[in-house]
T-cell receptor, first 113, second 112 residues
Framework: EAGVTQSPTHLIKTRGQQATLRCSPI?????VYWYQQALGLGLQFLLW???????NRGNFPPRFSGRQFPNYSSELNVNALELEDSALYLC????????????FGDGTRLSIL | GENVEQHPSTLSVQEGDSAVIKCTYS??????FPWYKQELGKGPQLIID?????GEKKDQRIAVTLNKTAKHFSLHITETQPEDSAVYFC???????????FGRGTSLIVHP
């Protein structure tokens, strides 16, 4: 069974640009979660999508947005990039809402120059 | 909302020793507690989990204990090996529309 896959592995952008990160969940999983992991910090929750709908949002500005497609894959968009957006962005999927195991991809390393 | 405290932030042990990482949570409605291991350059990997109707769970060298009354749970690794070196995260979840809350992580270093 294929795990959660994320692309690209690395992404280098400059301030003010826009970035798009992609995630494919485990087959059969309908929920996708996005987290930001800045250097030395824990996992900060960004967004949760389930069945194509945004279910919850973390304490991040509106320039962080995303969507989930009919095949349950998802993309995260970050507009007007700032230096502090440099981080590892992790995607996780689970088989349903709430108290189910989340399975993570290996992330996209976003570097802002 | 839920608050998860994880200690210690760094743990250094000799190969063969045991390692214990502790987490406390605040929301008594939390009922699912996973543990993740994150190696350098990788995403977190689920290594063991426990639900609130169970007090202890073991998987080879790894065990998790849960004390619902005290609202704390712990990860125990016995006979540590250098490949156990990683950052370990605990989390607490209550299901429904709630998002799991993660601890800040413990960097475990196993010296050969």
């Amino acid at each position: 069974e294929a795990g959660v896959t994320q692309s690209p592995t690395h992404l280098i952008k400059t301030r003010g640009q826009q970035a798009t990160l992609r995630c494919s969940p485990i087959s059969g999983h309908t929920s996708v979660y996005w987290y930001q992991q800045a250097l030395g910090l824990g996992l900060q929750f960004l967004l949760w999508y389930d069945e194509g709908e945004e279910r919850n949002r973390g304490n991040f500005p509106p320039r962080f947005s995303g969507r989930q497609f009919p095949n349950y894959s998802s993309e995260l968009n970050v507009n007007a990039l700032e230096l502090e957006d440099s981080a590892l962005y992790l995607c996780a999927s689970s088989s349903g809402q709430g108290a189910q195991p989340q399975h993570f991809g290996d992330g996209t390393r976003l570097s802002i120059l | 909302g839920e608050n998860v405290e994880q200690h210690p932030s760094t743990l250094s042990v000799q190969e063969g020793d045991s390692a214990v990482i502790k987490c406390t949570y605040s929301d008594s409605a939390s009922n699912y507690f996973p543990w993740y291991k994150q190696e350098l350059g990788k995403g977190p990997q689920l290594i063991i989990d426990i639900r609130s109707n169970v007090g202890e769970k073991k998987d080879q060298r790894i065990a998790v204990t849960l004390n619902k009354t005290a609202k704390h749970f712990s990860l125990h690794i016995t006979e540590t090996q250098p490949e156990d070196s990683a950052v370990y995260f605990c989390a607490a979840s209550r299901g429904g529309s709630y998002i799991p809350t993660f601890g800040r992580g413990t960097s475990l270093i196993v010296h050969p």
